[in-house]
């Protein structure tokens, strides 16, 4: 019988750093798994002694993609812990800046990161020759998505408008207008999205685990609500470390977590599976169009559901803005903020699912402990999970395209390396 | 010495991009400036660029560097991304003053490490954080938390003609008035703008909120002065310390050392 060894040096096409290592003798998986070799950088420790109002422009910096993600769960637990209530407007503003971000970072994976591997290219760039209108279209839905994002917090990567309480700087009646037409006519690309993504060939593999989301009543949550899992269970964001249960493990690459299983799923697929009958109809067509009827095990297919959740959340920025054009869009004043001792958790379901923020604050307003707790980390035990599972059934393909399969695994989680490493266990092997 | 094989493929220089302990925003903005200048994947090969692409090249003329030094062993990989490139461009605020990432050097080493980490502390690599030029000779820099696209576009112009890339040394200062913003210490709040590089439009002022410092401290700023100007607006030495430190921790800490040594 065969050795097989697969050690992928810094996986590409994934944000951040991590390793694969495989090694199975006669058969029998001897080591598989996916480990982080970020360097570390220690924003929990850097963010005590700063005042409460840099927090959300600290740690925003945690990560490019998901900036406006981190900024927001941010807020929120600021928010909660010096008692400061965001407005009406400043809701809606956070919910149509947050489906922004959605879909910049769904559209860079879908097609930037995954599309190459069914393309049989090593990145997107070979596209540009080969199949220009697909990269093409890509670029256009991320400059709106971008766009969107501008238009509130001045910017996508490390929003500036931000802040406790509310915004900096508000858009005027005109740029809403405009930006409701363009996401009208982004429904010619979403739909050609939908076609190309509904051919891929994604692989065959199929392994149910827990799957853990934010929920609300009364829409398709992102910011706030309560914590649900697929088994039944239901937190307040408050109880979060009930959920993560962080432990180290012996060879670990990461701080794991694990709920009532040996490991749990966040993010686009968590999240449709937990509250798809509360997606948009176009969004709940798409589905249907790519085969997907929850509950879906398969985590190849995280990636069109992310695909879902770009079309949720185009139509469901139509509905916000329009929302906003009723109410009248007006410059406000965010509250004044009680410098006071507290601590507030907040929570966001941010592109690669769900995010935890924990502050405690002293009486100056200064933070003297945070704990963050970061979607990849969440998922790092049952990615594992699914390699370990996933490799016996391919072990007969040639070493060659076992590597890719495993990657192509990787990275239907879309793991953001960077997020993770403030609080990751890195071993050298 | 430099690898005398980097000849270029049909005029077109090769180009890699690496990164150290950063969030990668920059390197994502690099590929946002492809929204409206696709035209530059014809100007160069890229070769390396892990974030975005599986081949990888060791051949490369130019090389961006975005991420801070923050273990002994980034300093090898830096070297030898010298040894390889003609010219090393620093890609956002992290590679050039050390960034969101020196904000630990504040604070003792150890108690940092122990916050993190507890118990398992040793197990992690790490020192105070660093620019890249404490490491390596560094050509140009994009400065900026994250960089600004059309600033790199220009860079980029600049370095394929053999010119010196263009970034401004006055203060923000310049760029906000140009906007025709009201300054922000005439409504109550602070910004570090008058001794901050310009180059980003202003764009945190524009969109309410003061200037953050960081694109770094422009050459012989006038610091006293601003200090003089945050104590006017009833802000406390450590509020200030606090807005310098956010992205310029390094600096500061250099220059604190460099006048003791006086």
């Known amino acids: 019988m065969t050795t097989l060894k697969i050690d992928v040096h810094h996986v590409t096409r994934v944000e951040g750093h991590g390793n694969i290592v495989v090694d199975t003798h006669n058969g029998e998986v001897k080591e598989c798994r996916f480990e982080v070799v970020e360097a570390p950088r220690f924003f929990e420790a850097f963010v005590c002694g700063r005042p409460y109002y840099e927090l959300c422009h600290i740690t925003s910096r945690v990560c490019g993609i998901c900036a406006v993600g981190h900024a927001t769960t941010s807020l929120r637990a600021t928010e909660k812990a010096l008692g400061v209530k965001p407005s009406e407007q400043t809701v809606l503003l956070r919910k149509l800046n947050f489906h922004g971000e959605i879909i910049d970072s769904h559209v860079l994976h879908t097609y930037m990161l995954v599309a190459p591997d069914f393309l049989g290219v090593g990145s997107v760039i070979p596209l540009v020759e080969t199949h220009r209108n697909v990269v093409e279209r890509a670029l256009r839905i991320k400059k709106l998505s971008g766009d969107l994002c501008a238009m509130i917090g001045g910017r996508h990567i490390h929003p500036i408008a931000m802040t406790v309480g509310g915004f900096t700087h508000t858009p005027t009646e005109r740029e809403l207008q405009e930006m409701r037409t363009r996401l009208v006519d982004a429904h010619v690309d979403m739909d050609e999205t939908v076609a190309l993504f509904a051919t891929l060939p994604w692989p065959e593999f199929e392994r149910e685990t827990e799957y853990i989301s934010l929920r609300k009543d009364d829409e398709y949550a992102f910011i706030d609500g309560v914590v649900v899992t697929s088994d039944g269970f239901s937190y307040p964001i408050e109880d979060y470390k009930k959920v993560t249960n962080e432990k180290c493990v012996s060879h670990s690459t990461a701080k794991w977590t694990h709920h009532n299983r040996e490991s749990y799923m966040v993010g686009a697929l968590a999240r449709l599976n937990n509250n798809f009958d509360q997606l948009h109809p176009r969004a709940k067509k798409a589905a249907a169009r790519m085969g997907l009827k929850p509950r879906v095990t398969n985590p190849f297919l995280n990636t069109a559901a992310q695909v879902v959740e770009m079309i949720h959340c185009i139509e469901d920025s139509i509905l916000i803005i329009d929302e906003l054009l009723t109410r009248g869009i007006q410059s406000e004043e965010p509250p004044v903020v009680e410098v006071k001792a507290g601590e507030g958790v907040g929570s966001c379901d941010v592109p690669r699912g769900i995010l935890f923020h924990h502050y405690v604050y002293g009486e100056d307003g200064r933070c003297t402990e945070a704990n963050c707790v970061i979607p990849t980390n969440q998922n790092m035990a049952n990615l594992n999970a699914d390699m370990r599972a996933f490799l016996p059934q391919i072990m007969d393909r040639p070493q060659e395209e076992i590597r890719l399969l495993l990657e192509m695994l990787v990275r239907a989680y879309d793991p953001c390396i960077s997020c993770s490493a403030h609080f990751l266990t890195v071993e050298f092997v | 010495m430099r690898n005398d094989k980097s000849q270029t493929t049909n005029g077109r220089p090769r180009v890699a991009f690496f990164d150290f302990a950063c969030c990668e925003g920059c390197q ?178 524009t969109f309410g909120d003061g200037c953050e410092g960081c694109r770094g401290l422009i050459p012989h700023p006038n610091e006293n002065a601003m200090k003089d100007v945050l104590a006017e607006a009833g802000l406390t030495v450590e509020d200030i310390l606090s807005r310098f430190t956010m992205f310029n921790a390094y600096q500061v800490q250099e220059r604190m050392a460099e006048q003791e040594g006086k």
């Open chain 2, 28 to 205: 994502l903005t690099v590929i946002d400036a492809l929204q409206t200048h696709l035209a530059l994947l014809d100007a160069v090969e890229i070769v390396q660029f892990r974030e975005a692409m599986t081949e990888k090249g060791e051949n490369y003329q130019i090389a961006f560097v975005e991420g801070s030094c923050t273990r002994r062993c980034d300093e090898a990989r830096l070297v030898k991304i010298r040894q390889q490139a003609d010219i090393i461009v620093a890609l956002g605020a992290c590679a050039h003053l050390g960034g969101i990432n020196a904000l630990k050097n504040l604070h003792p080493l150890e108690a940092v490490r122990r916050w993190v980490y507890g118990e398992k502390a040793d197990w992690y690599e790490t020192y105070e954080t660093r620019p890249i030029d404490a490491v390596i000779e560094v050509d140009a820099v994009i400065p900026g938390c994250p960089i600004d696209r059309e600033e790199f576009v220009r860079v980029v112009k600049a370095v394929l003609l053999g010119k010196k890339p263009p970034i401004p040394d006055y203060p923000v200062c310049v760029e906000c008035k140009l906007k025709e913003n009201v300054c922000l210490f005439h409504v109550g709040k602070f910004c570090l703008g008058p001794v901050t590089r310009a180059g980003c439009g202003a764009i945190c002022p």
